[in-house]
């Protein structure tokens, strides 16, 4: 289970809002997955994963430009980059066991995401705050 704490916040009440409801999602399903019951509700944390990383890549995108971040465009390909892969392996899930492919799509959002946040949303908070 994921842990939020000191070293994922980024300093942006928003971003940091949003990043602990990916936190409880992606600890939804390891919860899901613990308890053998993935392969039955996996298409559905899928489905409100990918609607809330949507949503929050959308406003992050959105702050980004309003602060005329110039990293914007590798952010974009990097935010692009997990949703093309998540929804691959989501489309798996219909053709194998979906138990499995929540396990893959548990670990690489996961490790994508702490890696993200540590990093790349780290340089675009800092951008605001020399602006600010």
Known sequence: MLTWGDEYQIGHEDMDGEHIILFALLNQLEFNIGSNQAASC??????ALM???SFH???EEALMMLY???E???HQLAHQA???????????????DAGVV????RTFVRDWLLGHIRQDDRRYVAHIRGLS
């Open 68 to 70: 005329g971040y110039p």
């Open 42 to 47: 996996v298409t559905d944390l899928l489905r």
């Open 51 to 53: 609607s809330y990383i």
């Open 102 to 105: 929540a396990l893959e799509i």
């Open 72 to 74: 914007l465009a590798d």
């Open 82 to 96: 997990l949703i093309t892969e998540t929804t691959r392996l989501s489309q798996r899930a219909t053709s194998v």
């Open 57 to 59: 890549f959308a406003h």
